[in-house]
């Protein structure tokens, strides 16, 4: 992976544990999500003179764009109705799994090529990612998310992860396709239009602008931010294998920790000091490989 991608990927995880704060901050969540992607959303409006002409898309990265919106829709609900039923210790590791899956989707599907070292670190993040919530170093704790599978929290949480490896390899293909800029313009727009759907169910009536007055500064935080997370990733995803760069924007667990810690007064206890730098070591690795 070049200098250049893995810079872009770990100012895209920076980016990315940035806003998960603001969302944390915020008090009706779901439409805070719908305020920061209108924010982000008129950015890139804003921002197009500057990216050039806009290209007329071909459908098939019209389609891409809307997939793979989809796709990231899909993975908040099911992670949102894992939560619901299920502790965060035992849902948190099988929303993980994505990273099992995305380098055998890039190598299948893509024919991306990874080195051992490629490999090591990938392994490495997979169970840094996987056992930074675990209660226990024990090999009864590593495997109990595995135990019942019928529970609808376990099946929501390994079908957000399955989900989310889809939508990565749409977003490779897109990018290669397309403009990193103009698709990942398409791809806010349609995510933008599904919350849309959403947000005007009479359950909403009354709590958008209720939002924004309780959260009107973290509303302009986010713009900004996100769309410096969703564009510095898929430029790093254009120059990067797939493999390598869902894997490496995993180092967003480190930084959530650290401002978990230095902003929020939580506890790093031994488990997630080990797990984030099994993390660290596995982005060096793949960086390396």
């Known amino acids: 992976m070049s200098t250049l991608a893995f810079t872009l990927i770990l100012f895209s995880a920076f980016m990315h544990a940035l806003w998960n704060l603001l969302v944390k901050r915020s008090k009706d969540k779901t439409v805070f999500i719908w305020w920061m992607f209108v924010t982000s959303g008129s950015l890139m409006v804003l921002a197009l003179p500057m990216a050039g002409p806009f290209p007329l898309p071909p459908w098939r990265v019209v389609g891409l764009a809307a997939i793979g919106a989809v796709c990231f829709m899909l993975y908040h609900?099911?992670?949102?109705?894992?939560?619901?039923?299920?502790?965060?210790?035992?849902?948190?590791?099988?929303?993980?799994?994505?990273?099992?899956?995305?380098?055998?989707?890039?190598?299948?599907?893509?024919?991306?090529?990874?080195?051992?070292?490629?490999?090591?670190?990938?392994?490495?993040?997979?169970?840094?990612?996987?056992?930074?919530?675990?209660?226990?170093?024990?090999?009864?704790?590593?495997?109990?998310?595995?135990?019942?599978?019928?529970?609808?929290?376990?099946?929501?949480?390994?079908?957000?992860?399955?989900?989310?490896?889809?939508?990565?390899?749409?977003?490779?293909?897109?990018?290669?396709?397309?403009?990193?800029?103009?698709?990942?313009?398409?791809?806010?727009?349609?995510?933008?239009?599904?919350?849309?759907?959403?947000?005007?169910?009479?359950?909403?009536?009354g709590r958008v602008m209720a939002e924004f007055r309780n959260s009107r500064l973290l509303v302009i935080l986010s713009g900004p931010v996100i769309m410096a997370s969703f564009l510095s990733f898929r430029y790093g995803l254009q120059m990067a294998p797939m493999s390598y760069a869902v894997p490496v924007r995993q180092v967003s667990l480190l930084i959530g920790v650290l401002i978990g810690v230095l902003f929020l007064g939580e506890t790093c206890g031994r488990i997630r000091l080990i797990a984030t730098l099994l993390v660290l070591a596995g982005a060096a690795l793949i960086r390396l490989g």
């Open 77 to 205: 609900l099911f992670t949102g109705r894992a939560y619901r039923s299920g502790d965060l210790s035992l849902i948190y590791p099988l929303a993980q799994t994505s990273m099992f899956w995305v380098p055998i989707w890039g190598v299948l599907i893509l024919g991306e090529k990874v080195s051992g070292l490629g490999t090591a670190g990938i392994g490495l993040i997979l169970f840094g990612a996987y056992s930074i919530q675990l209660r226990a170093l024990a090999w009864s704790e590593v495997i109990r998310p595995f135990r019942n599978l019928r529970d609808p929290a376990v099946m929501a949480a390994l079908a957000a992860g399955f989900i989310y490896s889809i939508g990565s390899v749409i977003d490779k293909t897109g990018v290669m396709l397309y403009s990193p800029f103009h698709f990942t313009f398409l791809l806010v727009d349609f995510m933008l239009l599904f919350m849309t759907l959403n947000i005007m169910r009479p359950k909403y009536q």
